[in-house]
């Protein structure tokens, strides 16, 4: 009985396996697409992509920004990850996989698929490395599918009830906007500092907003490793502003002790006028229709500050792509990830796609993401989309974690702290020369 | 006496162990010699190992932070071994005194958060200790203690105390079952006589139940010490060692400089050490804490 019953089963699985149709390819994905909304974006692009390449199955890993960066060179170097995957732009991460061959350039692709039509040179030149180890030029290693600006959100009730007269025209009406709110019993800035990283984005936006974009040569040389200073006068205006604030009671009472995603979710409840963070929380803050988003206004005698951001992690190809039909195959992925089609369903879910949208798109965006559109185009037109400081070298993140509470909880002077930044840079420059 | 196929000679019995010979050095053997190769190498995760013979050695010596870790780590061994074997013992003493029905359930009851796993006690523990919505704070401000609704995890302070508490509460429990376990192999017939010769509850403990639970004592210890070396999932769901590393330990310490700054070699070398560390220490505890009977 068990003998015939195996022996059947045997073969009910032998004609189910032929009678499957045998797919061309398995294409393994990893990205870091892990909110709701963006789980369902992603997961009808890749449908799409199925559907329009029946041969081919897509096999998506979604992992956390965290857990991409702490596995993706482990797989790819033991030869078991994935062919296409987001990788985050900088040194800690695509600059050590385009050095060590582990990533494919894509510019063949840019130029079979017009990608560069799509989006401009500056955002490209994000994903660029040179072979001997030069940020934002040489071979292109990826594309991202989605802008990122980190800009400043504020709850226009919470502001009109504490008497504060929007729209807020320059970097001093945010100040007073700050102490008016205080002052009527509200906290004015949502922070946490357990975990995330809300105080180095609020560090970033207020320091590269002192910047006017006609001077952005010295912050692009500083990020892409060319050399400079992190003691800057900008620099030194937005830590002390943050460690007047953290001792002034601007922040949550216990901001230490609450995480950056916590602090998020009670500031989309009402519980502060202002956070500073990105446009990928755009989807979570359209729960709170009194939610606006605006870039950081500029200080006097600042035309046009920059706004901390650029893209989100690039969609790049893997060295496991080893024959050229698996590279043409991921590259059209990738095209399918980036494309006019992929940015109208980023909107149509209110997140700002990296792809200029199509005039006559015909979609009814949210509020917040016209204001967020608005913002990107109007930084785009100055040139002033800024840089994420961690990118500059691949210990700043930590650098910046590891004392950011010692500023914050006045253990640290400003400058102390700025000093800190810099011997973290030019240690790296060291290694580089 | 009937003879084994065991008595054999030691390479005619390797056939019979050689299956798990193979499994353990695979899993256990490989990696440790790996680790300890790795440790004189500096290593990126991507590219060639470099040899570099001690140098992570001898940076780790003068590591600043490495020492922080350490100090830690020896502040926390309070709350992983020392506290949980003083409630543990003292629970026990009175657990042992209640009838059997009931001691069942409380011993159960107080057993439970070790069966947890220590990750999920650190994230639901993250949130109590939250200072926006935690019901520790709430609570605090609710009964008029609002000043010390303190940012827990996030004070200088208070971070290391506060984890430490998460690992007296999940193992006082382990503790107080091994206690309840040595009282029940003493001999009854010894507390008898000493009651009879009029001997007072302190003096039975000090002179009778306390050397008589040595061996207890000492596995207690070796496991609390390991555990406290090892420390890591409580550390990291709780606080990542934050803050500024304030609740740093040499794991957590190793986790970071492999994984998030890709200095693999010499996140070994601290990897090395802490086996070391536990080594010494647990040597140090057999040498030292020794029952009257030899045992």
């Known amino acids: ?433 | 006496m009937k003879s084994s196929v065991l008595d054999g000679p030691v390479r005619k019995n390797l056939v019979f162990v050689l299956p798990g010979l193979l499994i353990y050095a695979a899993f256990v053997f490989v990696p440790i010699l790996s680790a300890v190769g790795l440790s004189f190498t500096s290593w990126n995760g991507v590219s060639r190992p470099e040899w570099v013979g001690l140098g992570n050695y001898a940076e780790l010596f003068g590591d600043a932070r490495f020492f922080t870790s350490l100090k830690n780590n020896a502040m926390l061994m309070a709350f992983y071994c020392l506290i949980p074997l003083i409630v543990g013992m003292a629970l026990a003493a009175m657990v042992s005194s209640i009838r059997s029905r009931e001691q069942l359930a409380i011993r159960t009851l107080l057993f439970m958060p070790y069966i947890m796993p220590s990750a999920v006690i650190g994230i639901v523990w993250q949130w109590l200790y939250n200072p926006a919505f935690g019901p520790i704070n709430q609570g605090l401000k609710a009964i008029g203690l609002g000043a010390l609704a303190l940012p827990w995890l996030g004070d200088f302070t208070w971070a290391l105390p506060a984890v430490g508490m998460v690992a007296v509460w999940y193992y006082f429990g382990f503790c107080m079952v091994i206690f309840l376990t040595g009282m029940q192999r003493i001999d009854p017939s010894i507390f008898e006589a000493a009651r009879v010769d009029g001997a007072k509850p302190g003096y039975v403990f000090r002179r009778i139940t306390f050397p008589l639970l040595l061996p207890e004592i000492r596995i207690v210890l070796l496991l609390t010490i390991i555990a406290s070396i090892k420390s890591f999932d409580l550390i990291f769901t709780m606080t990542r060692g934050g803050p500024a590393n304030a609740t740093l330990v040499p794991n957590i310490y190793m986790y970071q400089l492999g994984f998030q700054l890709s200095r693999y070699g010499y996140a070994a070398a601290v990897a090395i050490i802490g086996a070391l560390l536990i080594f010494a220490v647990n040597y140090v505890i057999h040498r030292t804490i020794r029952p009257r009977d030899g045992a």
């Open chain 1, 1 to 433: 009985m068990t003998k015939s019953f195996t022996r059947s089963s045997l073969c009910a699985l032998g004609a189910t396996l032929a009678a499957a149709p045998a797919l061309a390819a398995d294409l393994p994905v990893w990205d870091d697409y892990s909110y709701e909304g963006q789980v369902a974006v992603i997961e009808s692009l890749i449908e799409s992509f199925e559907a329009a390449n029946p041969d081919v199955e897509v096999t998506r890993t979604q992992r956390t920004f965290d857990d991409l960066a702490l596995t993706l060179k482990l797989a790819v170097s033991a030869g078991d990850g994935p062919v296409v995957t987001k990788v985050n732009q900088g040194a800690k991460d695509m600059g050590t996989m385009a050095l060590e061959g582990m990533l494919l350039p894509v510019d063949g692709y840019i130029s079979e698929y017009g990608w560069d039509k799509m989006q401009s040179q500056s955002l490209l030149d994000r994903d660029r490395w040179s072979e001997d180890g030069k940020f934002g030029e040489g071979p292109t290693y990826g594309i991202s599918g989605l802008a990122e600006i980190v800009g400043l959100y504020y709850n226009e009730k919470v502001l009109e009830d504490a008497g504060v007269e929007l729209p807020l025209e320059t970097f001093g009406d945010f100040l007073a906007a700050l102490d008016k709110v205080k002052d009527a019993g509200t906290t004015p800035i949502a922070m946490g500092t357990a975990k995330q990283h809300l105080a180095l984005h609020l560090m970033a936006a207020i320091s590269q907003a002192q910047i006017d974009a006609p001077n952005r040569a010295e912050l692009d040389d500083l990020i892409y490793g060319r050399g400079g200073s992190w003691e800057t006068e900008g620099n030194l205006t937005a830590a002390t502003l943050m460690q007047d604030w953290a001792t002034g009671g601007y922040f949550f009472d216990g901001f230490q002790g609450i995480s950056g995603d916590d602090a998020v979710q009670l500031f989309i409840a009402g519980q502060a006028a202002f956070l500073t963070s990105g446009t990928w929380y755009f989807g979570d803050m359209q729960m709170n229709p009194d939610i606006h988003f605006m870039a950081v206004p500029a200080p006097e005698g600042v035309a046009h500050p920059l706004s901390v951001g650029g893209v989100d992690l690039a969609w790049a190809i893997t060295s496991l792509a080893a024959d050229q039909e698996t590279q043409d195959l991921a590259g059209s992925f990738i095209n399918h990830m980036v494309n006019e089609d992929a940015a109208k369903a980023w909107a149509a879910a209110g997140y700002l796609p990296s792809t200029s949208l199509p005039e006559d798109h015909g979609l009814e965006l949210s509020g917040l993401l016209e204001e967020g559109i608005g913002v990107w185009n109007a930084l785009n037109a100055n040139d002033a989309i800024g840089h994420y400081p961690d990118w500059s070298t691949p210990t700043m993140l930590k650098t910046i974690d590891d004392n950011t509470p010692l500023l914050l909880a006045g253990r640290q002077t400003p400058a102390e702290f700025l000093a800190l930044l810099e011997a973290d840079y030019e240690s790296y420059l060291a290694t580089m020369n």
